[in-house]
């Protein structure tokens, strides 16, 4: 098993940054790419971005490409995503998730832990 704690959200006004955290704990070395997810009021989950266990492959959504980034640190066992130059339209819950097998894909039904999630508001 492999438990996620996210942190790092709040409420900030748009043009702001955020860095989440997402501590892993448990067998992590059972985990191989890892993701962040959101979900907005009455949406579905969606993509942020992913990471391979090495960093050697990312992938963002078209939407924070260019102004997240996404980084693991794999002694720490803690995967980050750096959130600049925020819109209110980035306002959702974040969720960390870890694969255990196979690369980064963009569906969640594809992972099998979920942390629960931090709240991230953008005001205008």
């Known amino acids: 098993q492999v438990q996620l704690v996210e942190s790092g959200g709040g409420l900030v006004q748009a043009g702001a940054s955020l860095r989440l955290s997402c501590r892993a704990s448990g067998r992590t070395s059972s985990t191989n790419a890892m993701g962040w997810f959101r979900q907005g009021p009455g949406k579905e989950r969606s993509f942020v971005a992913g990471?391979?266990?090495?960093?050697?492959?990312?992938f963002y959504a078209d939407s924070v490409n260019g102004r997240f980034t996404i980084s693991r640190d794999n002694a720490q066992n803690t995967v980050y995503l750096q959130m600049n130059s925020l819109i209110p339209e980035d306002t959702a819950s974040y969720y960390c998730a870890a694969r255990t097998t196979g690369g980064i894909l963009p569906t969640p039904a594809s992972y099998d832990y979920w942390g629960q999630g931090t709240q991230v508001t953008v005001s205008s």
């Open positions: 990471i391979t266990r090495y960093g050697g492959n990312i």
